[in-house]
Protein backbone atom coordinates (compact mmCIF):
# COMPACT_ATOMS: atom_id res chain seq x y z
CA UNK A 1 0.00 0.00 0.00
CA UNK A 2 1.51 3.76 -0.63
CA UNK A 3 1.75 5.91 2.04
CA UNK A 4 -0.38 8.93 1.89
CA UNK A 5 0.67 12.59 1.72
CA UNK A 6 0.94 15.69 4.44
CA UNK A 7 0.36 18.86 3.16
CA UNK A 8 0.91 22.11 4.46
CA UNK A 9 -1.93 24.41 3.89
CA UNK A 10 -2.11 28.10 4.48
CA UNK A 11 -5.36 29.79 5.03
CA UNK A 12 -6.58 33.18 4.94
CA UNK A 13 -5.87 36.14 7.47
CA UNK A 14 -8.61 37.91 7.57
CA UNK A 15 -10.41 38.02 4.48
CA UNK A 16 -11.55 34.89 3.39
CA UNK A 17 -11.21 35.38 -0.33
CA UNK A 18 -7.54 34.85 0.09
CA UNK A 19 -7.89 31.33 -0.15
CA UNK A 20 -5.96 29.72 -2.82
CA UNK A 21 -7.26 27.92 -5.81
CA UNK A 22 -5.03 25.07 -5.18
CA UNK A 23 -5.68 25.41 -1.54
CA UNK A 24 -9.37 24.49 -2.00
CA UNK A 25 -8.73 21.97 -4.61
CA UNK A 26 -6.36 19.73 -1.71
CA UNK A 27 -8.67 20.34 0.46
CA UNK A 28 -11.20 18.54 -1.83
CA UNK A 29 -8.76 15.94 -2.03
CA UNK A 30 -7.48 14.30 0.89
CA UNK A 31 -9.00 12.10 3.11
CA UNK A 32 -9.07 14.31 6.06
CA UNK A 33 -7.87 18.20 7.43
CA UNK A 34 -6.06 18.49 10.41
CA UNK A 35 -6.96 21.50 11.90
CA UNK A 36 -6.91 23.84 14.91
CA UNK A 37 -10.56 24.86 15.48
CA UNK A 38 -13.27 22.87 13.53
CA UNK A 39 -15.59 25.57 13.63
CA UNK A 40 -13.53 27.90 11.86
CA UNK A 41 -12.22 25.67 9.38
CA UNK A 42 -15.65 24.87 8.62
CA UNK A 43 -16.61 27.93 7.82
CA UNK A 44 -13.93 27.84 5.35
CA UNK A 45 -15.02 24.38 3.85
CA UNK A 46 -18.99 25.65 3.62
CA UNK A 47 -18.21 28.70 1.78
CA UNK A 48 -16.02 26.31 -1.20
CA UNK A 49 -18.46 23.72 -0.80
CA UNK A 50 -16.28 21.19 0.51
CA UNK A 51 -16.82 18.52 3.13
CA UNK A 52 -13.60 16.83 3.78
CA UNK A 53 -13.85 14.98 7.58
CA UNK A 54 -12.11 17.27 9.88
CA UNK A 55 -10.49 16.59 12.83
CA UNK A 56 -9.17 18.40 15.92
CA UNK A 57 -5.00 19.03 16.24
CA UNK A 58 -4.22 21.82 18.23
CA UNK A 59 -1.37 23.37 20.68
CA UNK A 60 -2.96 21.20 23.56
CA UNK A 61 -3.88 17.86 21.78
CA UNK A 62 -0.88 17.91 18.99
CA UNK A 63 0.80 15.73 21.59
CA UNK A 64 -1.42 12.58 21.59
CA UNK A 65 -3.15 13.13 17.85
CA UNK A 66 0.61 12.99 16.06
CA UNK A 67 0.00 9.15 16.27
CA UNK A 68 -2.90 9.32 15.20
CA UNK A 69 -2.60 10.99 11.66
CA UNK A 70 0.30 9.32 11.19
CA UNK A 71 -0.85 6.21 11.77
CA UNK A 72 -3.87 7.47 9.11
CA UNK A 73 -1.20 9.09 6.43
CA UNK A 74 1.06 5.12 6.48
CA UNK A 75 -1.92 3.58 6.19
CA UNK A 76 -2.63 5.45 2.75
CA UNK A 77 -4.69 8.25 3.74
CA UNK A 78 -3.39 12.14 2.93
CA UNK A 79 -4.00 14.48 5.16
CA UNK A 80 -3.82 18.63 5.09
CA UNK A 81 -2.99 20.52 7.80
CA UNK A 82 -4.06 23.88 8.74
CA UNK A 83 -4.61 26.32 11.29
CA UNK A 84 -7.14 29.04 12.43
CA UNK A 85 -5.28 31.50 9.94
CA UNK A 86 -2.44 31.96 8.29
CA UNK A 87 0.58 29.05 7.64
CA UNK A 88 0.76 25.91 9.43
CA UNK A 89 4.08 26.20 11.80
CA UNK A 90 4.50 29.64 11.93
CA UNK A 91 3.41 30.61 15.23
CA UNK A 92 1.22 27.89 15.54
CA UNK A 93 1.44 24.14 15.94
CA UNK A 94 1.88 21.50 13.68
CA UNK A 95 6.57 21.42 13.67
CA UNK A 96 6.31 18.25 15.51
CA UNK A 97 3.94 16.81 13.11
CA UNK A 98 5.93 17.38 9.99
CA UNK A 99 9.48 16.19 11.78
CA UNK A 100 7.40 13.03 12.78
CA UNK A 101 6.73 12.57 9.47
CA UNK A 102 9.85 13.33 8.18
CA UNK A 103 11.25 10.72 10.35
CA UNK A 104 8.51 8.27 8.46
CA UNK A 105 9.53 8.77 4.98
CA UNK A 106 6.07 11.18 4.58
CA UNK A 107 5.99 13.40 1.48
CA UNK A 108 5.40 16.71 2.67
CA UNK A 109 3.81 18.86 0.35
CA UNK A 110 3.67 22.76 1.29
CA UNK A 111 0.99 25.20 -0.44
CA UNK A 112 1.61 28.83 0.54
CA UNK A 113 -0.85 31.55 0.90
CA UNK A 114 -1.00 34.25 3.76
CA UNK A 115 1.65 34.60 6.76
CA UNK A 116 1.09 38.08 8.69
CA UNK A 117 5.10 38.30 9.14
CA UNK A 118 5.47 38.40 5.50
CA UNK A 119 2.35 40.54 4.50
CA UNK A 120 3.31 43.34 7.09
CA UNK A 121 7.22 43.69 5.93
CA UNK A 122 6.55 43.92 2.61
CA UNK A 123 4.10 46.90 3.34
CA UNK A 124 5.95 48.20 5.91
CA UNK A 125 8.86 50.15 3.85
CA UNK A 126 11.31 48.75 5.91
CA UNK A 127 14.39 47.45 4.84
CA UNK A 128 13.45 43.27 4.07
CA UNK A 129 16.38 41.95 2.78
CA UNK A 130 17.74 40.59 6.68
CA UNK A 131 15.49 40.36 9.41
CA UNK A 132 14.79 38.27 12.32
CA UNK A 133 11.15 36.69 12.94
CA UNK A 134 10.37 36.70 16.79
CA UNK A 135 7.10 35.73 16.87
CA UNK A 136 5.42 36.32 20.24
CA UNK A 137 7.82 37.62 23.17
CA UNK A 138 7.24 35.78 26.22
CA UNK A 139 3.97 36.92 27.88
CA UNK A 140 5.35 37.43 31.59
CA UNK A 141 9.11 35.21 32.30
CA UNK A 142 11.73 35.94 29.78
CA UNK A 143 9.98 38.82 28.19
CA UNK A 144 12.61 41.45 29.58
CA UNK A 145 15.78 39.59 28.75
CA UNK A 146 14.49 39.23 25.36
CA UNK A 147 13.61 42.95 24.48
CA UNK A 148 17.20 43.62 25.74
CA UNK A 149 19.14 40.88 23.63
CA UNK A 150 17.02 43.00 21.03
CA UNK A 151 18.78 46.32 21.61
CA UNK A 152 21.61 44.88 19.97
CA UNK A 153 19.51 43.23 16.76
CA UNK A 154 20.81 45.08 13.79
CA UNK A 155 18.33 43.79 11.49
CA UNK A 156 14.78 44.44 11.29
CA UNK A 157 12.57 42.71 13.59
CA UNK A 158 9.35 41.11 12.99
CA UNK A 159 6.89 40.52 16.26
CA UNK A 160 3.33 39.01 16.68
CA UNK A 161 1.87 40.71 19.55
CA UNK A 162 -1.89 40.12 20.57
CA UNK A 163 -4.57 43.10 21.50
CA UNK A 164 -4.19 42.41 25.41
CA UNK A 165 -0.30 43.57 25.66
CA UNK A 166 -0.12 45.68 22.67
CA UNK A 167 0.20 48.33 24.49
CA UNK A 168 2.52 47.36 26.57
CA UNK A 169 4.95 46.33 24.14
CA UNK A 170 4.81 49.84 22.75
CA UNK A 171 5.72 51.09 25.94
CA UNK A 172 8.66 48.61 26.27
CA UNK A 173 9.95 49.84 23.09
CA UNK A 174 9.99 53.13 24.27
CA UNK A 175 11.81 51.79 27.10
CA UNK A 176 14.64 50.06 25.56
CA UNK A 177 14.36 51.30 22.01
CA UNK A 178 13.43 54.80 21.75
CA UNK A 179 15.23 55.69 18.94
CA UNK A 180 13.93 53.07 17.02
CA UNK A 181 11.04 53.61 14.25
CA UNK A 182 8.43 51.17 14.35
CA UNK A 183 5.62 50.11 11.86
CA UNK A 184 1.97 48.22 13.77
CA UNK A 185 -0.21 46.80 11.67
CA UNK A 186 -3.27 46.22 12.91
CA UNK A 187 -6.18 43.63 11.31
CA UNK A 188 -4.16 42.93 7.95
CA UNK A 189 -6.22 42.53 5.14
CA UNK A 190 -9.67 43.02 7.45
CA UNK A 191 -11.89 45.56 6.86
CA UNK A 192 -10.46 48.35 9.99
CA UNK A 193 -6.97 47.39 8.34
CA UNK A 194 -4.87 50.28 9.55
CA UNK A 195 -0.87 50.90 10.20
CA UNK A 196 0.69 52.77 12.80
CA UNK A 197 4.29 54.17 11.96
CA UNK A 198 6.71 56.33 14.27
CA UNK A 199 8.57 56.52 17.15
CA UNK A 200 7.31 54.75 20.05
CA UNK A 201 6.99 57.70 21.85
CA UNK A 202 5.26 59.28 19.02
CA UNK A 203 2.41 56.36 18.48
CA UNK A 204 1.73 56.33 22.59
CA UNK A 205 0.95 60.16 21.91
CA UNK A 206 -1.54 59.10 19.29
CA UNK A 207 -2.82 55.54 21.20
CA UNK A 208 -5.60 57.17 23.05
CA UNK A 209 -7.12 58.62 19.72
CA UNK A 210 -6.97 54.59 18.37
CA UNK A 211 -8.97 52.02 18.38
CA UNK A 212 -7.15 49.35 19.85
CA UNK A 213 -8.81 45.72 18.87
CA UNK A 214 -7.63 42.98 17.03
CA UNK A 215 -4.55 41.24 15.83
CA UNK A 216 -0.89 43.27 15.67
CA UNK A 217 2.37 42.97 13.48
CA UNK A 218 4.94 44.97 14.74
CA UNK A 219 7.88 45.90 12.95
CA UNK A 220 11.44 47.28 14.44
CA UNK A 221 13.63 49.40 11.91
CA UNK A 222 17.01 48.56 12.05
CA UNK A 223 19.42 50.77 14.46
CA UNK A 224 20.14 53.71 12.50
CA UNK A 225 17.46 53.47 9.68
CA UNK A 226 15.35 56.29 9.38
CA UNK A 227 12.40 57.43 7.27
CA UNK A 228 14.65 59.85 5.03
N1 LIG B 1 0.34 31.25 11.48
C1 LIG B 1 -0.06 32.63 11.45
C2 LIG B 1 0.63 33.33 10.29
O1 LIG B 1 1.02 32.65 9.33
O2 LIG B 1 0.76 34.55 10.29
C3 LIG B 1 0.20 33.31 12.78
C4 LIG B 1 -0.59 32.71 13.92
S1 LIG B 1 -0.30 33.48 15.45
C5 LIG B 1 -1.15 32.38 16.55
C6 LIG B 1 -1.46 34.81 15.45
C7 LIG B 1 -0.76 36.18 15.45
O3 LIG B 1 -0.41 36.52 14.11
C8 LIG B 1 -1.66 37.31 15.92
O4 LIG B 1 -1.65 37.46 17.34
C9 LIG B 1 -1.03 38.51 15.24
O5 LIG B 1 0.13 38.92 15.94
C10 LIG B 1 -0.62 37.89 13.90
N2 LIG B 1 -1.74 38.04 12.94
C11 LIG B 1 -2.49 37.05 12.42
N3 LIG B 1 -3.42 37.57 11.60
C12 LIG B 1 -3.24 38.91 11.59
C13 LIG B 1 -3.89 40.00 10.94
N4 LIG B 1 -4.92 39.80 10.12
N5 LIG B 1 -3.42 41.25 11.17
C14 LIG B 1 -2.38 41.47 12.00
N6 LIG B 1 -1.74 40.49 12.64
C15 LIG B 1 -2.16 39.22 12.45
Same mark, same amino acid.
Given at each position: ?7 ? @? #??? /?? *? ?8 ? !? @???? @???? #? ?6 ? %? ?5 ? *? ?5 ? %?? *? ?7 ? &? ?15 ? &? #? ?13 ? =? ?13 ? *????? #? ?8 ? %? ?11 ? $???? +?? !? +? ?7 ? +?? =?????? =?? +?????? =? ?6 ? @??? $? ?5 ? !? ?24 ? /? ?9
Amino acid at each position: MTTGKLYI @V #ATP /IG *NLSDISLRAI !E @VFKE @VNFI #ACEDTRVT %SKLLALN *NTKTELI %SF *NARSETNKI &DYVLKRILKGESCALVS &D #AGTPTISDPGVRLVN =EAIKNKIEIIGVPGA *NAAIL #ALSISGLPTD %SFLFEGFLPQKKG $RQKK +LK !E +LVIEKRTIV +LY =ESVYRI =EK +LIKELN =EYMPERFI @VVH $RELTKMF !EETWRGLPSELLTELPNKIIKGEFVV /IIAPIGWNQN
